[in-house]
């Protein structure tokens, strides 16, 4: 069973762009979260989706957004970076909502570098 | 809301001396706990949960960790270190019935593994 995959694994970006991670959970999977991970901060929960639809959110702003397709995948898009956007981005997928024993699944992470 | 304390930044250890990691949490409801590992890099892995019943938990690598309800901890042991034990270390709580995803992490401990 493939684990969860997110691309890019590396990106460099210039203050004031815009950019777009992806994440694809593992097969069967309907939930997917994503965390930021710093040295200052540790990680952060973003937000979290299921069946499409944004369940939970974290304490970040609106720059940050996210999406869910039908098949599961989800992508994260963060506008008018700053500096301090950069950061190991991890999603974690696991398995249907309130069912016993499920547990979270994280990707490799997705390193962004804003200069 | 729910928070999660690892006290130790790092902690050096010698290869085969015994290992426990601390983590105590304040969460308002039911709990459900986990410890990651995360290699130089790469994402997290789960080492063990804790979900109900023994409070005694087993996990991969020769990990085990105790639940204690009334002193809010969830610390993790390793009776012998090896050299590869070597990596940062997260302690997790989550929504107990209500999906696995949203998950509070600790700072993190680190580990260094000496000769």
């Known amino acids: 069973k493939a684990g969860v995959t997110q691309t890019p694994r590396y990106l460099i970006k210039t203050r004031g762009q815009q950019v777009t991670l992806s994440c694809s959970p593992i097969?069967?999977?309907?939930?997917v979260s994503w965390y930021q991970q710093t040295p200052g901060q540790g990680l952060q929960f973003l937000f979290e989706y299921f069946s499409e639809t944004q369940r939970n959110k974290g304490n970040f702003p609106g720059r940050f957004s996210g999406r869910q397709f039908s098949n599961s995948r989800s992508e994260m898009n963060v506008s008018t970076l700053e500096l301090g956007d950069s950061a190991l981005y991890l999603c974690?997928?696991?398995?249907?909502?309130?069912?016993?024993?499920?547990?979270?699944?994280f990707g490799q992470g997705t390193r962004l570098t804003v200069v | 809301a729910q928070s999660v304390t690892q006290p130790d930044i790092h902690i050096t250890v010698s290869e085969g001396a015994s290992l426990e990691l601390r983590c105590n949490y304040s969460?308002?409801?039911?709990?459900?706990l986990f410890w990651y590992v995360q290699s130089p890099g790469q994402g997290l892995q789960l080492l063990l949960k804790?979900?109900?019943?023994?409070?005694l938990v087993q996990g991969i690598k020769g990990f085990e960790a105790e639940f204690k309800r009334s002193q809010s901890s969830f610390n993790l042991r390793k009776p012998s270190v090896h050299w590869s034990d070597a990596a940062e270390y997260f302690c997790a709580v989550g929504p107990a019935y209500s999906g696995y995803s949203t998950l509070t992490f600790g700072k993190g401990t680190m580990l260094l593994v000496s000769p």
């Open positions: 804790y979900f109900s019943g023994d409070t």
């Open positions: 097969s069967g999977h309907r939930s």
């Open positions: 969460y308002g409801a039911t709990p459900y």
């Open positions: 974690a997928s696991s398995g249907d909502r309130g069912a016993m024993n499920t547990e979270a699944f």
